[in-house]
């Protein structure tokens, strides 16, 4: 064996000890496995697991706990199990951390009141964020070993009495919406093993897709939560930039600032982000990290309904039949609500990626490719496709500035275009209604369109993805007189069979403007409402 692979069986081996330490085990799963794993848990969960895991969101088991209605330690094991089921099922899992957890929710039950808002809810995390004491390689074999960096955000979900039990998978580099690596290799989705659960928050993405998470944390820097959250027909909200707290994320080019990176909840209910949300920045994390914007979670009261601007495609690759029937099922239902609907026309989004992706490497890749090099361990083909986007080169100084210059005039122009939608009514668009990926959950090697998503990480606009409905042949007939416009959108047009998708989530994404996060979230219930949803909405599992 070369030395990158003995190195990435280490990590495994330290994984796969942590899962045998389950206790009862779980069964033999059924070989081949099932296309779908959605029918697992109640196979191989007791029906007590399978209700707890299942049947409630985060804020519901909070309610619970504070009640003692339920014990940590119960909860804790449920989640726990279900963790190892799932990554029997799916392979999302890089550490089960049994002990920690058992005695973590053994002390919390202990207590006589509560430690904090989230005491003994189980949450999952995000290999490559890093946790206290333990090893952190962020999916590069080089780093297999290596300390974790201090991260704020689990330290303030600890403190608010949380009990962490899994750390998830991610891909090479982090810069994928797949995931895949040389360390764990290739994680599946749970509703349909032959498609991408995204990434790079991919990991996390399946693990609450199947009911082994209600709350994880992962980033954002190209759609690394939209994407999973997507794909998985869960819940996921990219902040605008600087209002959580960044430090313990691992990765190469610390220090690199041409477009900023988020950390964000993937959840099981929109209210679970909102609460996410209000408890982190209670703590003003500002007063710690000076590069934050000041502001409390301050929810937002709508005085008026809603206007809706729907972006039926980006003008470069058009969204797939699921996903236009799904803006058409969403926004005829916000219509009848009483909000006022307009389409969205989209600017110049092939310019943005063109700066975008120079944005991303303005070393030329370097930095990352050095890491995988270390090891010697191969540069996977979604890695070398992005490091390889048109333009991509180690940039002088002056040429950074020029395209750090770009970058801010077309976030100029694009607020510029979003402040013309009020010049006919004085009543400017609220947020835009748009898909997060161009279809549901490609198939894997195939998720090589980003902008959907990275669109709006270069505007730094906050972004909300949940689940509409699912892909339907029925309904979702492939359209074989359609004209591709250009080479991106043949690709995407080709991916396109339903019986290829069959099971697939579709969800859409409600985007605001930088800073309006609260309104985003405002919005998103709204727009909820319009469709029937109350608080005891779920997504199906």
């Not at 942590?18 to 007791?46: H, M, R």
């Not at 070993?145 to 899994?166: E, H, K, R, T």
């Amino acid at each position: 064996m070369s030395d990158w692979k003995e190195k990435s069986q280490h990590a495994r081996d330290y994984r796969d000890a942590s899962l045998a330490k389950v206790d009862p085990p779980i069964g033999k799963l059924p070989d081949p496995l099932p296309l779908s794993s959605q029918g697992l848990p109640k196979k191989y969960l007791t029906a007590r697991e399978y209700e707890l895991t299942h049947n409630f969101d985060a804020i519901e088991l909070l309610g619970m706990l504070r009640r003692r209605e339920l014990s940590s330690e119960e909860l804790t094991r449920a989640f726990l199990r279900h963790a190892v089921l799932a990554q029997y099922a799916v392979n999302c899992v890089t550490e089960l951390m049994w002990d920690e957890a058992i005695t973590r929710a053994r002390y919390l039950d202990s207590l006589s009141k509560p430690l904090g808002p989230l005491h003994g809810l189980p949450i999952s995390i995000k290999q490559q964020h890093g946790m206290r004491d333990k090893p952190c390689h962020a999916s590069y074999i080089a780093w297999i070993g290596g300390p974790s960096v201090p991260n704020a955000i689990n330290d303030i979900l600890y403190a608010s009495g949380c009990v962490f039990y899994v750390r998830t998978t991610e891909p090479q580099s982090t810069m994928q919406l797949e995931c895949n690596n040389n360390v764990t290799g290739l994680t599946v989705n749970p509703w349909n093993r032959d498609l991408t659960p995204g990434g790079s928050s991919g990991g996390e993405g399946a693990l609450l897709g199947m009911g082994g998470s209600v709350l994880g944390m992962g980033g954002d820097i190209g759609g690394s939560i939209r994407c999973p959250a997507s794909n998985n027909g869960v819940y996921g909200f990219k902040p605008t930039s600087r209002r959580l707290p960044l430090s313990g994320m691992k990765c190469t080019m610390l220090g690199n600032e041409t477009v900023i990176p988020t950390f964000g909840p993937l959840t099981r209910s929109r209210e679970t982000i909102n609460l996410f949300m209000d408890l982190v920045l209670k703590t003003e994390p500002w007063r710690h990290d000076p590069t934050l914007f000041p502001k409390l979670w301050t929810p937002v009261k709508l005085d008026r309904p809603l206007k809706v601007a729907v972006q039926w495609w980006d003008g470069v690759v058009k969204p797939h039949p699921p996903m236009i029937r799904a803006m058409r099922e969403v926004s005829d239902a916000c219509r009848a609500a009483g909000m006022k609907i307009v389409d969205w026309v989209s600017l110049d989004h092939a310019k943005a990626w063109n700066i975008l992706s120079r944005l991303y490497f303005p070393d030329g890749g370097e930095d990352t490719i050095e890491v995988i090099q270390e090891s010697g361990e191969p540069l996977l083909p979604l890695t070398e496709w992005i490091i390889n986007q048109p333009g991509v080169k180690k940039l002088s100084i002056q040429e950074l500035w020029a395209l750090c210059r770009e970058r801010d005039n077309y976030r100029a122009d694009y607020a510029a275009h979003w402040s013309a939608t009020g010049a006919h009514d004085g009543h400017e668009v609220d947020v835009i209604l748009c898909p997060a990926t161009p279809g549901a959950a490609p198939p894997h090697e195939c998720s090589r369109y980003w902008p959907y998503t990275a669109q709006w990480n270069l505007l730094d606009y906050p972004g909300v993805v949940f689940p509409v409905t699912f892909v339907d042949p029925v309904k979702d007939k492939r359209d074989d007189s359609y004209v591709p416009m250009n080479d991106q959108d043949k690709l995407n047009h080709e991916l396109y069979y339903p019986e290829r998708y069959v099971g697939a989530p579709v969800s859409l994404q409600v985007i605001g403007r930088r800073n309006h996060d609260e309104k985003v979230m405002a919005a998103l219930e709204a727009i909820e409402r319009a469709m029937g949803r109350d608080e005891t909405f779920r997504p199906k599992l």
